[in-house]
């Protein structure tokens, strides 16, 4: 099947119209990439949505905004504008100029990056599928498949890239990223975090704020890559990324505004019987979504990760802001120690293999921006209660924490004391049901569910009543 | 080890007999002489002397030209006596200060050279009715025993001092490692405990007990050693039936041109990326050359006849290659030219099998492939626009430890394309025993059968690829940055590792002798050259001639 009119179907800054290659990938990719946003894709049937679409990079751009059908949305293809002086900032490499092409000593190690990272993309979209049905407005459903799309859209991205830069074997890949699904038993997402369904709204708030950020790091460190096709594509997706970050921090603001609405009306925190979200349950899907994202970032000591940064693949968080030699040949840093006593101390380890925790604590620090915001509102409403991330080592899989058990307060216990306390820490079946009966749509112009607030601004200027969404 | 100004110099391959340093040739109508003689100042290096008929390298290159000349020169010959002009030594084997002085690279080149040369002595024996004799008018120790078991017979003077032996192991801590150990057991027969007890005995064995052992065929007296080598020779010879002229083939010195990383040949044009560490090798059927209408013809156009021309180049091209670009581990090869002719020359070889040119020649093509099978170079053929590697010039692809093949979209008429022949299916078998195209199917006998049945078929990129012929068909598209990525991901691998996965990837199925030895007992002696037992400060190798035993790293590993 031939695609008519390249330029206008898939906007692009990457010459699709004349680049061969290209177009020959996309001819048998894209009708498949329909195909699986049809079966994968929001369940809840709509006529158009108003979405925001990128037509080029430049200011006005990127985000031009119009109701559209979603599977005619305009998925296109972006890199952030070439620098064409850009050198190698950091590893083996620096100060060569960065690579256009991709090396062979790293084409395996590159894929391979893409991959992780494109295989989320896709993911999310089938996490969040269901969540149309129960949209507390059509303000959130819009937003929601704005994020819908955009993922689409970063697949496209990392597609892109496997379809420009890695030949045949980029081209299987980019089919096994239609492939693979969500919580299949067969042929599950790469990451275990992205195999779990997003069940309600307040799980995908929780998502958008922690989960997304987690990409945001990880696409800001590939934004270092001294594969310059790479690093231009994750730079202009991170524009995308943090729109989804502030559906998810004004998301969860609402909901605690909420919350505090309802308990100063009743005079109670007990709230959840007059329809809002009782704080301790916020403070239990935090809890849930911050200790399995920290998880993403892997093992606090990775010789992937030293690798990939000596080969210039992946850098660090704003590597050139960094006040040092970009080689850490010899830097230390000090990093959390497991004794043989099962005691948290610390030790020092070269910085070289402590990357991805210094990542993580960099992502930690970002997430307690939104924390504060939020405890903004409970001061603001004179509540007795803040929200708070739980301790690094609280409920955790991956890393050295995974071999104990804490407290949300970093607590040492055993792993009897964790499982019969543990609907205190994190969302009990009770607290979930609770949050799924909830979950009614609010399909009406102008009118919100129970349990949040309305935004205090609109999409583009437009007001909070105005039709995002038209259903099918 | 080595100086730095001792490796920039080249070793040059090609040698005028005029010039002969350490060998003389006799002819004397249906027996040839080789008379080891060795120029003890005549190192292909500085720094050891060649002392007893002791050999390096450049000896090496002098013998692998006579035994080059005896048969395309002197198709007449039936017998080669191989004997010394020294008094009471026949040969005392490689040198050891050259050994204990060079690198490991060179050391394990330098094998590999010898190796090849011992085979074709015996290739010559069998296939062309040139027997060799070896005739031990003195001691034959270590290199110098394994030079006389690649012939066919070995007479030693009984003199009661004379005597053959393995000392590699009791005085130097290493092996007879250039066939030596391979040929006492699976050529002549010595049973394994009679060649424990031979191979650790450093003064050998002679007289009659070399003879019950089977280490010898004859033991000749003293007096009248020259008249009965001679007999013995010419008896040998009016037993060998065989129709050559008493004229052949002369060679005259290849037409070569260095310039930095440019080596050319009429036929071959070899270009060398240092970055990349590869070299583009590309063989050329030039336009206007075509197959000669008979074997006649082409025995008339003698050196020049294409075919004979152009092994000669890629044999010279694989051993320049070998031992002066040892970091350049890539080959990428490419054939230009009508690839119908090669057919066409093709057949005319196959169809004369019986004339001792059309023999030698399909011979000299089978020993030269071989070369590549043994090669510890990555080995890539790119097919690609006016492809000409077909039929045996396709053997070389088969040889490749990877075949890419662009399949042209924008002009399918003429999409790079190859055919087989005849000559894929047998004549010029690998070390193994086997077809390349056997090796390849190993265990897939369907797929070989359907192989064999598209002889002759013009076979395009995705036919290739059905058939299991190459490793990748790109189209236009993809070839150009598929081939670029498979050739930087190669020169970032460590280059022993590669040398490993080849080499085992390469030979399949049965062994043989010539695979034992290049395999079984090549890989331990190069082992153990690299351990200190042998090669360390305190190392048998280094400390030989000291007056110093080694000193041994207990462990056995």
């Not at chain 1, 038993?185 to 998502?207: C, K, Q, V």
């Not at chain 2, 305190?538 to 590993?557: D, H, Q, T, V």
Request: aromatic share 10%; proline share 4%.
């Amino acid at each position: 099947m031939a695609i008519a009119n390249y330029d206008e179907k898939i906007p692009n800054n990457v010459d699709l119209g004349e680049d061969r290659r290209l177009k020959r990938a996309l001819e048998s990719w894209q009708p498949n990439f329909i195909n699986w946003w049809k079966q994968m894709g929001p369940t809840l049937p709509t006529e158009d949505v108003y979405l925001r679409t990128a037509v080029n990079v430049g200011r006005d751009g990127w985000a031009q905004f119009g109701h559209v059908a979603m599977e005619e949305y305009r998925w296109g293809i972006f890199l952030a504008e070439r620098d064409r002086d850009r050198k190698i900032a950091f590893g083996a490499h620096k100060g060569e100029e960065a690579w256009q092409q991709v090396p062979g000593e790293y084409r395996s190690d590159l894929q391979r990056l893409i991959v992780i990272q494109g295989d989320t993309e896709p993911a999310s979209v089938e996490q969040q599928r269901n969540l149309g049905l129960t949209a507390p407005s059509l303000y959130d459903l819009r937003n929601l498949f704005q994020v819908n799309v955009e993922e689409g859209r970063h697949l496209w991205a990392m597609v892109y890239l496997l379809h420009a830069y890695f030949g045949r074997e980029g081209r299987e890949e980019a089919d096994e990223l239609l492939l693979r699904n969500s919580g299949s038993s067969d042929s599950p997402r790469i990451l275990g975090a992205f195999n779990e369904e997003t069940p309600d709204w307040l799980s995908f708030f929780m998502f958008t704020y922690f989960t997304d950020r987690d990409g945001k790091y990880q696409l800001g460190t590939l934004k270092e890559s001294a594969f310059d096709p790479l690093s231009r594509t994750c730079e202009f997706m991170l524009k995308e990324e943090s729109h989804h970050m502030f559906v998810g921090t004004t998301g969860i603001d609402r909901v605690v505004r909420r919350s505090c609405e309802v308990m100063a009306e009743h005079d109670t925190f007990d709230i959840a019987q007059y329809g809002a979200i009782p704080l301790a349950i916020i403070q239990k899907y935090l809890n849930f979504h911050y200790s399995v994202s920290l998880d993403l970032f892997g093992s606090e000591i990775s010789t992937n990760a030293a690798n990939y940064f000596t080969t210039g693949l992946k850098g660090r968080w704003a590597e050139e802001a960094q006040g040092d030699d970009h080689l850490l040949g010899s830097s230390v840093v000090e990093i959390e120690h497991l004794t043989e006593g099962g005691q948290i101390t610390s030790r020092e380890v070269s910085a070289l293999t402590a990357l991805n925790h210094t990542l993580r604590n960099e992502y930690i620090a970002d997430c307690q921006n939104g924390v504060t915001r939020w405890n903004r509102v409970l001061e603001e409403f004179g509540v007795d209660f803040r929200l708070s991330l739980p301790a690094t080592s609280f409920n955790r899989k991956v890393g050295i924490f995974s071999a104990i058990e804490t407290t949300p307060n970093g607590q040492i216990i055993s792993a009897e004391a964790f499982e019969a306390a543990k609907e205190n820490y994190l969302p009990s079946d009770g607290d979930k049901a609770f949050v799924r009966s909830l979950m009614r749509p609010v399909y009406e112009t102008g009118k919100i569910a129970s349990w949040i607030a309305p935004p205090i601004k609109g999409i583009n200027s437009q007001p909070f009543d105005y039709e995002y969404v038209h259903l099918a | 080890m080595e100086t730095p100004s001792v490796t920039s110099k080249r070793v040059d391959f090609q040698v005028d007999p005029n010039s002969y340093r350490h060998l003389r040739l006799k002819i004397d109508g249906e027996v040839a002489t080789i008379e080891i003689d060795i120029d003890e100042d005549g190192g292909i290096k500085e720094g050891y002397e060649l002392k007893m008929n002791s050999y390096d390298l450049g000896v090496d290159i002098e013998l692998y030209d006579i035994t080059q000349r005896l048969r395309f020169s002197y198709p007449q010959v039936k017998v080669v006596v191989v004997t010394s002009a020294k008094e009471k030594i026949f040969c005392a084997g490689a040198n050891i200060k050259m050994l204990a002085q060079s690198s490991h690279q060179w050391k394990v080149n330098f094998c590999k050279f010898t190796n090849e040369t011992r085979l074709g002595i015996e290739d010559a024996t069998t296939n062309s009715s040139q027997v060799y004799i070896a005739a031990l008018n003195g001691v034959a120790a270590g290199g110098g025993y394994e030079l006389a078991l690649a012939c066919d017979k070995i007479l030693l003077v009984d003199d009661r001092s004379s005597a053959v032996s393995l000392p590699e192991i009791p005085l130097l801590g290493v092996l007879p490692g250039t066939g030596g150990l391979t040929r006492v057991v699976d050529k002549r027969f010595v049973r394994r405990d009679l060649a424990d007890y031979f191979a650790t005995k450093p003064e050998g064995v002679g007289g009659k007990k070399a003879l019950t052992m089977k280490l010898i065929d004859e033991l000749i007296p003293k007096a009248t050693f020259g008249d009965d080598v001679a007999k013995y020779a010419s008896q040998l010879a009016s037993s060998i039936e065989k129709i050559a002229p008493s004229k052949g083939v002369e060679f005259s010195p290849l037409k070569k041109v260095i310039d930095q990383d440019l080596i050319s040949y009429d036929y071959v044009k070899i270009v060398i990326n240092r970055a990349l560490r590869y070299a583009e090798i590309t063989i050329n059927l030039p336009d206007g050359i075509t197959a000669p209408t008979s074997i006649e013809v082409a025995k008339g156009q003698g050196e020049n006849f294409y075919l004979l021309a152009l092994v000669r180049q890629l044999d010279d091209a694989i051993l320049e290659l070998r031992t002066n670009e040892a970091e350049i581990g890539t080959w990428v090869i490419r054939g230009k030219g009508n690839k119908d002719e090669i057919i066409n020359f093709d057949n005319l070889i196959l169809d004369n099998r019986s004339d001792w040119f059309a023999n030698e020649v399909l011979h000299y093509l089978k020993r030269t492939i071989k070369r590549f099978d043994v090669t510890s170079r990555s080995l890539i053929t790119l097919i690609e626009k006016d492809n000409l590697l077909s039929g045996s010039l396709f053997e070389i692809a088969l040889s490749s430890d990877r075949i890419y093949h662009l399949i042209d979209t924008e002009d399918e008429t003429s999409t790079p394309s190859f055919a087989l022949s005849k000559m894929n299916l047998g004549p010029l078998p690998m070390g193994n025993g086997l077809t390349r195209l056997e090796s390849r199917f190993f265990g897939d006998v369907t797929s070989l059968e359907k192989v064999q049945e598209a002889i002759s078929k013009v076979i395009d990129g995705d036919l290739a690829l059905s058939l299991g012929l190459v490793t990748f068909a790109p189209d236009d598209i993809d070839y150009e940055d598929e081939v670029r990525l498979c050739l930087e991901e190669r020169a970032a691998f460590n280059p022993d590792a590669l040398t490993g996965m080849e080499a085992n990837n390469r030979f399949v199925g049965p062994e043989t002798m010539e695979t034992k030895i290049f395999a079984r007992l090549s890989a331990w002696q190069n082992w153990i050259f690299y351990r200190p037992n042998a090669s360390g400060e305190e190392g048998a190798l280094r400390r030989y001639g000291s007056g110093i035993r080694g000193n041994f790293n207990k462990e056995r590993i």
